[in-house]
Nanobody, 122 residues
Framework: QVQLVESGGGLVQAGGSLRLSCAASGRTFNAYSVGWFRQAPGKEREFVAAKSWTETSVYADSVKGRFTISRDNAKNTVYLQMDSLKPDDTAVYYC????????????????WGQGTQVTVSS
């Protein structure tokens, strides 16, 4: 079992930045691929970014060049640095962990956090 807890969400103006954190506990965290998804009201959960245990990263086209995923295995923590935020980035952001690679769909991830709200005002 892996438990994930997100933090760092909030309200920010368009063009601003936020850094989300995801603290993991439980089994060996550095053996898992980790990812971030988001879900806006009335929409399906959407892939944002993922990073393998070998540090390979992949991003959704909508966030490429603006968001950066990183992980600190010593702290069992995953981060999502979000820059140049847009109102369309408003959503609940979820952290996830799973085995295998590449992982860009929700079905590939086994463990999920509870989500953190990000709201970008225009």
């Amino acid at each position: 079992q892996v438990q994930l807890v997100e933090s760092g969400g909030g309200l920010v103006q368009a063009g601003g930045s936020l850094r989300l954190s995801c603290a993991a506990s439980g089994r060996t965290f550095n053996a898992y691929s980790v990812g971030w998804f988001r879900q806006a009201p009335g929409k399906e959960r959407e892939f944002v970014a993922a990073k393998s245990w070998t540090e390979t990263s992949v991003y959704a086209d909508s966030v490429k060049g603006r968001f950066t995923i990183s992980r600190d295995n010593a702290k069992n923590t995953v981060y999502l640095q979000m820059d140049s935020l847009k109102p369309d980035d408003t959503a609940v952001y979820y952290c996830a962990a799973g085995s295998g690679w590449p992982l860009t769909t929700p079905s590939g991830f086994v463990y999920w956090g509870q989500g953190t709200q990000v709201t970008v005002s225009s």
